[in-house]
């Protein structure tokens, strides 16, 4: 699973209505990616998920326009997408934190920070891949996948222990 988030951009003003949150990730190494589960709480409006190939050419892996808590689900894919080496992982959800937004629990609208509760909000995109082994190479590829995330998830966030 790799994990792509942006909670510690979660500060989202009351009343704003377009607040964008992302994240990018290179993929080190060659995979196959089998399932996506998006997440977020009840001000995130549209998800969108892309991937970025080496050549430049890009492809929507998942786009939820009109995001619903209720969808919270993984979306298996059909047939396996493979995704070269080099491939970058783009994340941007909104968030409408106006009173236009009927499912806002907050009535009226409040500041909203990252957390658990359902008043909170999250930005997380979850991947099931499967890494593709290279005969040329005899690292194991999930641990080049592991450090590379770890050492993402540092770098965006260097105060998270």
């Known amino acids: 699973m790799l994990q792509l988030d ?3 951009a979660l500060d989202i003003p009351a009343g704003d209505s377009n607040f964008l949150a992302s994240d990018e990730f290179t993929l080190p190494e060659e995979v196959q990616l089998l399932a996506i589960y998006p997440h977020a709480h009840y001000l995130c409006r549209d998800m969108l998920a892309r991937a970025r190939f080496p050549d430049g050419a890009e492809k929507t892996l998942i786009h939820i326009a009109r995001w619903d808590l209720n969808w919270q689900a993984v979306f298996r894919l059909a047939q396996p997408e493979l995704l070269p080496r080099g491939t970058t992982i783009v ?11 009927i499912p806002n629990p907050n009535n009226p609208p409040q500041r909203v920070r990252a957390g658990n509760r359902a008043v909170d909000e999250m ?8 890494p593709v082994a ?28």
């Open 6 to 8: 942006n909670d510690r």
């Open 123 to 130: 930005a997380h995109l979850w991947l099931q891949v499967l």
């Open 134 to 161: 290279s005969a040329a190479d005899s690292r194991d590829p999930r641990m080049i996948l592991q450090e590379a995330l770890a050492r993402h998830h540092i770098e965006n966030n260097p105060d998270d222990f």
């Open 91 to 101: 994340m941007r959800y909104r968030y409408d934190n106006s009173s236009d937004n």
